[in-house]
């Protein structure tokens, strides 16, 4: 059975980019297009059994960043372990550390590389 991976991020293209990589690499892809719809999803996949078993997210985003997001999902019990990515244009030492802080598991800069993110998912998961 394939791995779940839920895609974070308030741009359509850059969720169309990330579920055709996903889906290359044999990945079921959930999408949200930001914090509060992932967290909703979240709450909807887990009730149903279909949890992912990672969540990729973007920083900037409306409503819920991804920092507020990452703090939310790990004040969740059944989301303590969950492999979170940052995927985004911010490369700062401070952002990275924030984060970290946070609960964030690994970053990866935009634009992504397929066998770079491929690589950042395999650490995390396996």
């Not at 967290?39 to 909807?44: T, V």
């Not at 990452?70 to 550390?97: A, F, G, W």
Request: net charge neutral; proline share 5%; glycine share 8%.
């Amino acid at each position: 059975m394939s791995s779940t991976i839920m895609t974070v991020d308030d741009s359509p293209s850059m969720r169309m980019l990330l579920k055709a990589a996903l889906s290359d690499l044999g990945y079921k892809v959930l999408e949200a297009e930001d914090g509060v719809e992932a967290l909703e999803r979240l709450g909807g996949a887990c009730s149903a059994g279909n949890g992912p078993d990672l969540l990729i997210t973007d920083i900037n985003m409306p409503r819920l960043d991804g920092f507020g997001l990452i703090e939310k999902v790990r004040e969740q019990d059944r989301h303590r372990n969950l492999p979170i990515l940052v995927l985004t244009t911010e490369s700062s030492d401070e952002k990275k550390q924030r984060a970290r802080s946070a609960g964030a598991t690994g970053w990866i800069v935009k634009p992504f590389h397929p066998d770079k993110l491929a690589a950042a998912i395999r650490r995390v998961l396996h």
